[in-house]
């Protein structure tokens, strides 16, 4: 007789603007370092629906491929010299979905237990998987690169947005005043949260750095967004040890306005772990500081109001692209 190979639902997507495509694929092993995680939500980023119309080459994730980079789950195996995790734990994580690493739109996936952190009971599965590529990101870019401290006046661009809405709150909890822009409709919002909103549309950085700052600037300005909004970073942060950071800081920009200022930039490249395999465990250590922060109450995800199933993937990809979610969008297999 032969053997049963257990088999677990993929969605897939075989060409440039494909559909995505559910069929069966063997369930994977947990290898040496790894954990076999039974996925119960896929966490939807920006980068999915570019990696899927094929303008994303630095993902370095070629189709035919699952997409997905968020994850929330339960560990039902564990590999080799895995010591941290055990069957039964709740995790979440930022586990594939690029550098040809297959994605979490999966019923199960192997994952390096260095990229995952146990879920705090504060988060639901759904929750959890909304936050760790926008949580990474933005710790990265506060804590690692500009050494955000107590008393620090801070400006997060995009501070509505999925990365800038858990950069002012880590901001907020390291003692920072924290100012975001923001668009009119997300002022109350924002606010909410202990921010002081700007809306970037009716206020000019000239007007905003000099009400907020006496015009001096801010002493660590974080660009979400990229684009013209990096130069008006450079023109807004403070003059002598002011620091600018941005994880979109893609383009050519002229560097004089940041060198008259004698203040420094920082590039954020979240992927790098993933793509090049150093420094996994640091995503793991990141991830335990949002799972603490959320059971200290010091974290809130803005998650959109609409519920999402593998049934209707291509419905949340299009929501995503159409601009008109309110928070970020998850797929529940559970």
């Not at 303008?55 to 994850?71: S, Y």
């Not at 979440?92 to 040809?100: A, D, E, L, S, W």
Request: glycine share 12%; charged share 20%; net charge positive.
């Amino acid at each position: 007789m032969y053997a049963h190979t257990p088999t677990m639902q993929v969605l897939t997507v075989e060409a440039i603007d494909g559909p995505f495509v559910r069929c069966q694929q063997p369930r994977p092993q947990p290898a040496p370092g790894q954990v076999l995680v039974k996925i119960a939500a896929s966490g939807v980023n920006p980068l999915d629906t570019k990696i899927r119309a094929g303008k994303a080459a630095h993902a370095r994730h070629p189709l035919p491929a699952v997409l997905g980079m968020d994850m929330a789950g339960t560990v039902l195996a564990v590999g080799e010299g895995v010591t941290r995790f055990r069957p039964g734990d709740a995790v979440f994580g930022m586990t594939g979905g690029v550098g040809g690493v297959p994605g979490t739109l999966a019923e199960y996936q192997a994952v390096d237990a260095d990229l995952l952190a146990l879920k705090p009971a504060a988060l639901s599965m759904a929750d959890a998987a909304a936050l760790p590529l926008v949580f990474i990101t933005a710790w990265e870019g506060l804590v690692d690169r500009a050494r955000v401290k107590r008393g620090d006046r801070v400006l997060i661009h995009g501070g509505a947005g999925g990365v800038g809405h858990v950069a002012v709150q880590i901001a907020v909890s390291r003692g920072a005043r924290v100012y975001a822009t923001v668009s009119a409709r997300d002022v109350e919002a924002t606010r909410r949260l202990g921010v002081v909103p700007i809306d970037y549309r009716r206020i000019a950085v000239a007007d905003y750095v000099g009400a907020h700052t006496a015009g001096e600037g801010f002493d660590v300005v974080y660009d979400t967004v990229g684009g013209t909004t990096l130069d008006d970073s450079f023109a807004a942060v403070r003059t002598y040890g002011g620091h600018v950071v941005s994880c979109l800081g893609w383009g050519t920009h002229a560097l004089a306005p940041l060198s008259f200022r004698a203040a420094t930039y920082s590039g954020v490249f979240t992927l790098l772990p993933l793509l090049t395999g150093k420094g996994r465990a640091h995503h793991g250590a990141i991830l335990a500081e949002a799972a603490r922060m959320a059971a200290a109450g010091e974290l809130r995800v803005r998650r959109d109001d609409r519920r999402f199933t593998l049934d209707d993937v291509e419905a949340a990809h299009a929501r995503l692209r159409s601009g008109e979610a309110r928070g970020k969008i998850v797929i529940e297999l559970e």
